[in-house]
Nanobody, 117 residues
Framework: QVQLVESGGGLVQAGGSLRLSCAAS????????MGWYRQAPGKQRELVAD???????TYADSVKGRFTISRENAKNTVYLQMNDLQPEDTAIYYC???????????WGQGTQVTVSS
């Protein structure tokens, strides 16, 4: 059974930094794809960044140059370093993991990130 445990959200002032972590369990092998999505009030959930096991990354245009995604394959853990946070980054951040190239996606429970101006 796949489980994702997120940590690292919180309240920060504009210009500050946070680091999110997501530890995945339930797979013998490294998860194929892991990533972060976010959902602000009244908005659809959107991709923030993701990374495949080989290291290739994808970022939303709105976070390029400010956020960095990384992973430790041996621990099936993905990180999101968020710098220069802005009020528009306020959202619930969700971890998503895909154990294999085909098959199901799994979601974490979400962690709140609030950026005050």
């Amino acid at each position: 059974q796949v489980q994702l445990v997120e940590s690292g959200g919180g309240l920060v002032q504009a210009g500050g930094s946070l680091r999110l972590s997501c530890a995945a369990s339930g797979s013998t092998f490294s998860f194929h794809r892991m990533g972060w999505y976010r959902q602000a009030p009244g908005k659809q959930r959107e991709l923030v960044a993701d990374i495949i096991s080989g290291g290739s990354t994808t970022y939303a245009d709105s976070v390029k140059g400010r956020f960095t995604i990384s992973r430790e394959n041996a621990k099936n853990t993905v990180y999101l370093q968020m710098n220069d946070l802005q009020p528009e980054d306020t959202a619930i951040y969700y971890c998503k993991a895909k154990p294999s190239p085909v098959g199901n996606n799994y979601w974490g429970q979400g962690t709140q990130v609030t950026v005050s101006s």
